[in-house]
């Protein structure tokens, strides 16, 4: 079945350096990628997507890439900060259905280093 | 505040109790989503509905029963759980399930503990 696949499931970053998440779909008519974050004992919230006819999008320290070809998609977090700490949530919803088909990875938790 | 509210926010019940979790929006929103999150497992979609109508219910147990009488309100029924249904259960509203309107606006979420 259809399906997201999420690495790493966790990571650890020192303050100021880089984080990289990566999602790989497997339903090749998916056009909408949303990240979401989760902080502990919090709600997820949207905080970036990417729909399929753009590869990149950037909104300030956070930027998404898209690879349609190879199927999957990346989030970069630059400059981390003690704030970033959270779970990360990718997904894929195909463009033939609805909503409905809302796939999730199954989440990077990721730790910034002070 | 998001805008959408749960309760409970925790619950314990027997296998044999019967209970419901409810969830309200107050965002305008079309479309409403009940999602189990358990520990180290992916975010799983439980059911939609959008204008009060069930579209999607991804082989959820008869256990779970979903009701939703108005875009704004949505219910879980709980009956004869069992403990692997312990699990944080998430609300969630879109303002529809198509074009720029999947962004989900979720809830802070009912505990739910089955013993």
């Known amino acids: 079945g259809e399906n997201v696949e999420q690495h790493p499931s966790t990571l650890s970053v020192q303050e100021g350096d880089s984080a990289v998440i990566k999602c790989t779909y497997s339903d090749s008519a998916s056009n909408y990628f949303p990240w979401y974050k989760q902080e502990l004992g919090k709600r997820p919230q949207l905080i970036i997507d990417?729909?399929?006819?753009?590869g990149e999008k950037k909104d300030q320290r956070i930027a998404v890439t898209l690879n349609k070809t190879a199927k999957h998609f990346s989030l970069h977090i630059t400059e981390t900060q003690p704030e970033d700490s959270a779970v990360y949530f990718c997904a894929a919803i195909p463009s033939y259905s609805s909503a409905s088909k809302i796939i999730f990875g199954s989440g990077t938790r990721l730790s910034i280093r002070p | 505040e998001t805008g959408v509210t749960q309760t409970p926010r925790h619950l314990v019940m027997g296998m044999t109790n019967k209970k419901s979790l409810k969830c309200e929006q107050h965002?305008?929103?079309?479309?409403m989503y009940w999602y189990k999150q358990s520990a180290k497992k992916p975010l799983e979609l439980m059911f939609v509905?959008?204008?009060?109508?069930?579209?999607e219910n991804n082989s959820v147990p008869s256990r779970f029963s979903p009701e939703c009488p108005n875009s704004s309100h949505l219910f879980l029924h709980l009956h004869t759980l069992q403990p692997e249904d312990s699990a944080l259960y998430l609300c969630a509203s879109s303002p529809g399930t198509s074009g720029t309107s999947y962004e989900q606006y979720f809830g802070p979420g009912t505990r739910l503990t089955v013993t």
């Open positions: 509905y959008n204008f009060k109508e069930q579209t």
């Open positions: 965002l305008g929103h079309n479309a």
């Open positions: 990417i729909r399929s006819n753009v």
